[in-house]
């Protein structure tokens, strides 16, 4: 019965159109007085308590360096350098699409910022040298979300501090999958999109090219670059989350020179409502997940499951699904907040490695951003790159089933997950 109050409170509020944060709060009053041991004084106590966390500081960092690269030109530039690299193959802009995707991923995080930057910058590119115009912003859509799965991730932020897992492990174990990625939609774009501009050979001129816009990319203090890289390594994720952020300021203001004074209250402000936004979730989110934890819904979710208990292969499809239907509805944070007390008792009862689930997690949740009908990504998209939803839903299917296929890989092959992990944590 406590899972039904809990199902259909959560669904009840969202229904009526309240946010989602004061829904989870309003969930977490009905589970209260069904148990009889309704308090104010708890909801406050865990409201607070939610966002008082060090490892959470990182989130507004993070969102302020990906406010910051986008604003300052450091989008644009790794765009040139990727049409230097790979733009001259038949088909190239969607390489340059996936590979600028991989590279704004591992700066800043955002989903919704990278494919709301190479929408404006790339669609109409790409639509230009003959590709469909759907196709192109579906494939732009879809390398947005490997934001959440390269580090830095703002999602392994968040599932580290709600599931109890060490952030860094899962930093380094999302480098590979999130390249994978990258990979899923490089073969698919290869398969069916890679049409339009014909392309041309390598030549001494493209190199020169290349050399040029490696130069625009790095700016002129990159011969210093290599003192500032070894230090990331040594820092943890909110250390390193501070580090980049002002860097990126610097580089921004001072390298590139086009993030103007005038600009930063503006930017500033962006920040500080995304991160209120987030904060204000996680912090109502706690109360739900105290809850959950008083009244064992975790226990009687994992009887449900408890068939596929004995084949940690079969449990983990079976927890995917769960995630894949519940990410066609929800945002990606309120769907980590939700799941991750009810899931992570059942992850551990079955001897699954917490750190390769959150990657597979956060993979699943990525995706859940360019599932209709809520896909953040997808509204965004639709506005930057001008096209309509339907046609948008229709050119990421076959982008998104490719993610979907490594989604499966991954599962069936931890090895793909933990191999790579315990390799570059030495």
């Known amino acids: 019965m406590t899972v039904a109050v809990f199902t259909f409170s959560l669904l009840g509020a969202m229904a009526i159109g309240m946010p989602i944060a004061f829904a989870l709060i309003i969930c977490g009053i009905a589970l209260m007085t069904y148990l009889a041991m309704f308090d104010s004084q708890i909801i406050a106590q865990n409201v607070i308590n939610g966002v008082d966390s060090f490892p959470l500081m990182a989130v507004p960092f993070f969102i302020l360096a990906g406010e910051v690269m986008n604003t300052g030109g450091l989008a644009r530039r790794i765009l040139n350098f990727a049409i230097a690299l790979v733009g001259h193959f038949r088909g190239g802009l969607g390489y340059v699409a996936i590979l600028t995707s991989c590279i704004l991923a ?34 732009v859509a879809a390398g947005g979300i490997i934001a959440p799965v390269i580090p830095p991730s703002i999602g392994f932020v968040i599932f580290g501090v709600a599931a109890n897992v060490s ?84 580089v921004a203001m001072g390298v590139y020179r086009e993030l103007r004074p005038a600009q930063l209250p503006a930017l500033l402000a962006s920040t500080a409502q995304t991160t209120a936004v987030v904060m204000f979730l996680v912090a109502a989110a706690l109360v739900s997940s105290w809850l959950i934890t008083v009244a064992e819904i975790s226990d009687q979710i994992v009887a449900l499951v408890q068939p596929f208990a004995g084949n940690k292969t079969l449990l983990t499809f079976v927890l995917m699904i769960i995630v894949v239907i519940v990410g066609t509805a929800l945002d990606m944070t309120p769907t980590i907040l939700i799941l991750t007390p009810i899931l992570m008792p059942i992850v551990k009862q079955a001897g699954i490695d917490p750190v390769y689930f959150g990657v597979l997690f956060i993979i699943n949740n990525a995706i859940g951003l360019i599932t209709p009908p809520v896909g953040v990504v997808l509204n965004v998209v639709c506005g930057v790159a001008r096209v309509s939803m339907d046609d948008l839903i229709r050119g990421v299917w076959p982008f998104m089933i490719a993610q979907l296929v490594v989604l499966a890989l991954l599962t069936l092959f931890p090895v793909l997950v933990t191999g790579p992990a315990k390799w570059f944590g030495g």
């Open 167 to 250: 952030i860094s492990k899962l930093f380094l174990a999302g480098i590979v999958p999130g390249l994978l990625l990258g990979v899923g939609l490089c073969f698919a774009w290869w398969w069916g999109g890679a049409q339009g501009e014909s392309g041309a050979p390598a030549t001494q001129e493209h190199h020169r090219d290349l050399a040029r816009a490696d130069r625009r990319l790095l700016g002129p203090d990159a011969a210093d670059d290599h003192h500032f890289r070894p230090a990331l390594r040594h820092l943890q994720p909110t250390e390193a989350a501070v580090v980049v952020a002002v860097y990126s300021l610097v």
């Open 106 to 139: 591992s700066l800043s995080g955002s989903a919704v910022a990278d494919a709301a930057a190479l929408g404006a910058l790339l669609v109409p590119m790409m639509a230009a040298a003959g590709h469909n115009r759907a196709s192109a912003a579906g494939l």
